[in-house]
């Protein structure tokens, strides 16, 4: 184990403390909005997991779920509802496609981040 170093701030000794496993991978937007959401509605459990050092483990898994639920949605909506011919209508192809993804993205707010 190694000797625990201190920082002066002001009259107090603080120790410097760095969690693990934090600056292994960057986290993406549903991780940051899980941790937004834990912070904000759960700061108890936030608070345990990071003190535990589950927390970053936690988002990461997080991540990946909610990146592999949205590309399955988006192929679930695409066969049941297929989009315009993208060569010939450009503009109402991605009005499509954007409405496919904020539908998936709202199932995965609820399912996964908000809950």
Do not use: C
Request: charged share 25%; proline share 5%; no cysteine.
């Amino acid at each position: 184990m190694s000797e625990m170093t201190y920082r002066q701030a002001g009259d107090y000794q603080i120790p410097n403390l760095q969690l693990e496993n934090e600056g292994e991978k960057p986290l993406g937007k549903y991780g940051r909005m899980r941790r937004a959401f834990l912070e904000q509605n759960n700061p108890m459990l936030l608070n345990d997991m990071i003190l535990t050092e589950s927390l970053f483990p936690h988002l990461w898994e997080i991540e990946e779920t909610a990146k592999a639920r949205v590309e399955f949605l988006m192929e679930q909506y695409l066969k049941d509802s297929p989009a315009p011919d993208k060569e010939t209508q450009q503009m109402a192809w991605v009005q499509h496609m954007n409405s496919l993804k904020a539908q998936a993205e709202e199932v995965v707010m609820t399912e996964l981040i908000n809950s």
